[in-house]
């Protein structure tokens, strides 16, 4: 797919590994401190960074990847957070996926990763209501669950390692492979390879992805950048 990317503004933290485009604004989650913030969507300012709106501290740990469905934020707790920061009682062992409330950052429901291991992304998906989509990285694929009782719906093989962000559309599933630096569609039924969009090494490298006016936005815990991606270049 022909794409045009643009950096847009800088982040309100340092390693900003998550990003959710909602009507209410754009919702960013720092992997070191674990706080998640909704910013205004208008023009940059003067220092390339939107206005903050809104931040929640929450309960998550290494926090790898953000959601938004069902009037919660989903957020991937990647495992020990001790390398960033003072451990806390609540911080997780290992991968898990934390339903927090987007007024208070507190958490209300908390589930394991299936399979065990890390996550670095996950997405609420709107066409098939109360299911999560999930980068399950030990086994290097992309796993659906159904969030009500936590079982495992499909489980997708994934083309490349280090996968991350995850956006759901109505015929695809779109992957974000950090390293490779390749957002890949897969089909949702089959896992089949149906496009692709390659960022070069002059743009911010992708991690967390959202779909944003018909394109994507992606931030890069790197150089804390959100760039947008244009599909109609």
């Known amino acids: 797919m022909d794409a045009k990317i643009e ?29 998640a913030a909704l910013l205004d969507v208008s023009d940059a300012d003067e220092y390339g960074m939107l206005r903050m709106r809104f931040e929640v501290s929450t309960e998550s740990s290494n926090t ?32 898990e996926i934390l339903r927090v409330d987007p007024k208070t950052g507190i958490t209300t429901g908390r589930w394991p990763l299936p399979g065990g291991g890390g ?65 890949v569609k897969l089909d949702p039924r089959t896992g089949d390879q149906l496009d692709r969009i390659h960022v070069p090494p002059s743009d911010p490298e992708p991690h967390g992805l959202s779909g944003y006016n018909g394109g994507f936005l992606y931030c890069d815990a790197t150089s804390g950048w959100v760039a947008r991606i244009r599909t109609d270049a």
Do not use: C
């Not at 982040?11 to 959710?20: D, R, W």
């Open 7 to 35: 950096r847009w503004f800088r982040a309100p933290y340092g390693m900003p590994n998550g990003v959710q485009a909602t009507g209410d604004g754009i919702w960013l989650v720092d992997q070191v401190t674990d706080r």
């Open 119 to 183: 996550t670095h992304g996950l997405e609420y998906d709107s066409f098939e209501t109360g299911t999560l989509w999930l980068t399950t990285l030990k086994d290097q694929t992309l796993t659906q669950v159904r969030i009500s009782d936590w079982t495992i719906q499909r489980v997708l093989p994934l083309p490349y390692g280090r996968a991350h962000g995850v956006v759901r559309v109505e015929n695809g599933v779109w992957i974000v492979h950090t390293s490779d630096r390749v957002i």
């Open 64 to 95: 790898s990847g953000l959601a938004w469905g069902d009037g919660s934020l989903w957020l991937a707790a990647n495992g020990s957070a001790e390398k960033w920061r003072t451990p806390r009682d609540a911080d997780a062992d290992s991968g």
